[in-house]
């Protein structure tokens, strides 16, 4: 999702700014190591990031030993999108909806696996959530990715996954994954007869997560408010917003960077608190 996004983003505010914008992916650590380097690089505009949920607001609860401080070493832009989540199983499994999948699992205590993108990542918590409030107990197999973990759903090796909705949706309309739910409150566009976990015995559950744009802490502020603006107009774009949903993304976008960078700090609050909940460490 972060990749599909950033290169989208990319592409416009080249054709806008006349400069090139290269994206480049760092993966592990459900994306702290992004962020690590990011963080240490120049604050003069040039270097940018996407900033998400799990490095900005999950992996600092998580992980003991970052080498980045979430809450000092970035500059907010704006935020891009709201990622839904889709709770996903192989076309084999005989559950029609998220209860017959989740009395399965109740009926066969850790006996039923849950992959994820890592340990601690929003796919890992928004799962951990609902097992809890379901009262259901599976066993966590924590992946690098969300293609590996795909993979191994349709070639039997483990049983579902919660993963965004841009990862999973192509593999759902082929036929190769069957959705069973979305983490939204209402139901999304892209596949209105999938049941949000809301309907199916869970009112008031609304998970998700975020992509936004960051930079180095001590960017100068007015190219912070440009990138800002450059950034909230091609947004504003109604290809662009078709586009990004047709990938299952929701385009939400901040005012400004400050009100991005208060966004922020409740996100790494509330997450914070779930990880406390769960006791998640790096190390599980």
Same mark, same amino acid.
């Given at each position: 999702?972060?990749?599909?996004?950033?290169?989208?983003?990319?592409?416009?505010?080249?054709?806008?700014?006349?400069?090139?914008?290269?994206?480049?992916?760092?993966?592990?650590?459900?994306?702290?190591?992004?962020?690590?380097?990011?963080?240490?690089?120049?604050?003069?505009?040039?270097?940018?990031?996407?900033?998400?949920?799990?490095?900005?607001?999950?992996?600092?609860?998580?992980?003991?030993?970052?080498?980045?401080?979430?809450?000092?070493?970035?500059?907010?832009?704006?935020?891009?999108?709201?990622?839904?989540?889709?709770?996903?199983?192989?076309?084999?499994?005989?559950?029609?909806?998220?209860?017959?999948?989740?009395?399965?699992?109740?009926?066969?205590?850790?006996?039923? $696996?849950? &992959? #994820?993108?890592?340990?601690?990542?929003? @796919?890992?918590?928004?799962?951990?959530?609902?097992?809890? /409030? =379901?009262? %259901?107990?599976?066993?966590?197999?924590?992946?690098?990715?969300?293609?590996?973990?795909?993979?191994?759903?349709?070639?039997?090796? $483990?049983? &579902? #996954?919660?993963?965004?909705?841009?990862? @999973?949706?192509?593999?759902?309309?082929?036929?190769?994954? /069957? =959705?069973? %739910?979305?983490?939204?409150?209402?139901?999304?566009?892209?596949?209105?007869?999938?049941?949000?976990?809301?309907?199916?015995?869970?009112?008031?559950?609304?998970?998700?997560?975020?992509?936004?744009?960051?930079?180095?802490?001590?960017?100068?502020?007015?190219?912070?408010?440009?990138?800002?603006?450059?950034?909230?107009?091609?947004?504003?774009?109604?290809?662009?917003?078709?586009?990004?949903?047709?990938?299952?993304?929701?385009?939400?976008?901040?005012?400004?960077?400050?009100?991005?960078?208060?966004?922020?700090?409740?996100?790494?609050?509330?997450?914070?608190?779930?990880?406390?909940?769960?006791?998640?460490?790096?190390?599980?």
């Amino acid at each position: 999702a972060t990749d599909t996004v950033a290169r989208m983003l990319s592409e416009r505010l080249a054709q806008r700014m006349g400069q090139q914008f290269i994206v480049e992916n760092k993966p592990g650590a459900g994306g702290s190591i992004a962020a690590g380097l990011g963080a240490r690089a120049k604050p003069d505009g040039y270097t940018l990031m996407i900033g998400a949920s799990a490095p900005q607001a999950i992996n600092p609860h998580v992980y003991p030993n970052l080498n980045y401080d979430a809450r000092k070493d970035f500059a907010p832009i704006g935020l891009i999108t709201w990622l839904p989540y889709l709770f996903v199983v192989s076309p084999d499994n005989p559950a029609a909806n998220l209860k017959d999948f989740l009395a399965a699992a109740k009926a066969k205590p850790n006996q039923l $696996t849950y &992959a #994820t993108t890592g340990i601690g990542t929003t @796919s890992h918590l928004v799962t951990a959530v609902l097992l809890s /409030k =379901a009262g %259901a107990a599976m066993v966590h197999v924590p992946y690098k990715g969300s293609s590996q973990a795909q993979t191994d759903i349709v070639g039997g090796r $483990t049983t &579902a #996954t919660f993963d965004t909705m841009v990862s @999973s949706l192509a593999m759902v309309k082929s036929g190769r994954l /069957k =959705a069973l %739910a979305v983490s939204t409150p209402e139901r999304v566009a892209m596949l209105p007869d999938v049941a949000t976990v809301a309907e199916q015995g869970f009112p008031g559950f609304d998970m998700g997560a975020w992509l936004g744009l960051i930079a180095p802490a001590g960017i100068p502020p007015a190219i912070q408010d440009r990138l800002a603006r450059e950034m909230n107009t091609v947004l504003a774009d109604p290809t662009v917003r078709e586009r990004l949903g047709d990938l299952g993304a929701q385009v939400r976008t901040t005012p400004t960077p400050a009100a991005f960078g208060a966004m922020m700090k409740n996100e790494y609050e509330s997450w914070g608190a779930i990880v406390r909940d769960f006791n998640v460490k790096a190390t599980d």
